[in-house]
């Protein structure tokens, strides 16, 4: 079974622009979530989806946002970027959250603004 | 959220020797998972202790879950330069409204282990 796809690998935008990070699940996976991870900060959650419904946000700024396909693809958007969206952005999928199944992570795209 | 505090932060041994790393909440967890991130890479699962008082051991790994479930600990025995990495304990809250699905992260303990 192939893991958790999360393109691009590395990203470099200059500040103000937007970014598309994309991610996709393991086969069967329903649940999508994103973390953004900070030397500073650690693993912050950003939010979840399931069945292509946002089911749970972290305290980000609206400037973060996301959505879920019906094949359970997920893409987050970061708009008006700003020096401290530099990050790792971890996707991880689960058959489901809510049943305290593990979270597969992918590799993770690693942003620098500049 | 409910936050858990992890500690060391960083912990440096010789191999061979032993290394444990501990999560303490404040208020009862309904579960703890374990993740271990290699230098550059993502976090991957190791387990998950959902029972009062439960150990779980893989191979030099063992992992236990507090009696009142507000604190957890992993503690490897004899460290190997394989070990090394970042180890965070998570926990999530499917019956809170507001953390249905979210995982919450200790902030890690960096292992570093030399050979």
């Known amino acids: 079974k192939a893991g958790v796809t999360q393109t691009p690998r590395y990203l470099i935008k200059t500040r103000g622009q937007q970014v598309t990070l994309s991610c996709s699940p393991i086969s069967g996976h329903r649940s999508v979530s994103w973390y953004q991870q900070t030397p500073g900060q650690g693993l912050q959650f950003l939010f979840e989806y399931f069945s292509e419904t946002q089911r749970n946000k972290g305290n980000f700024p609206g400037r973060f946002s996301g959505r879920q396909f019906s094949n359970s693809r997920s893409e987050m958007n970061v708009s008006t970027l700003e020096l401290g969206d530099s990050a790792l952005y971890l996707c991880a999928s689960s058959p489901d959250r809510l049943m305290n199944t593990e979270a597969f992570f992918g590799q993770g795209t690693r942003l620098t603004v500049v | 959220g409910q936050q858990v505090m992890q500690i060391p932060q960083y912990q440096h041994v010789q191999e061979g020797e032993d290394f444990t790393t501990y999560c303490n909440s404040s208020t009862t967890l309904s579960n703890i998972q374990w993740y271990k991130q290699r230098p550059g890479g993502h976090p991957v699962f190791l387990i998950q202790?959902?029972?009062?008082?439960e150990v779980k051991k893989q191979k030099r790994l063992t992992f236990q879950f507090g009696e009142a479930k507000k604190n957890s600990s992993l503690h490897i025995t004899a460290t190997q330069t394989t070990d090394v990495g970042t180890y965070f304990c998570a926990h999530s809250d499917p019956h809170g409204s507001s953390n249905t699905g979210k995982l919450i992260f200790g902030q890690g303990t960096t292992l570093q282990v030399k050979p």
């Open positions: 202790l959902v029972k009062s008082g």
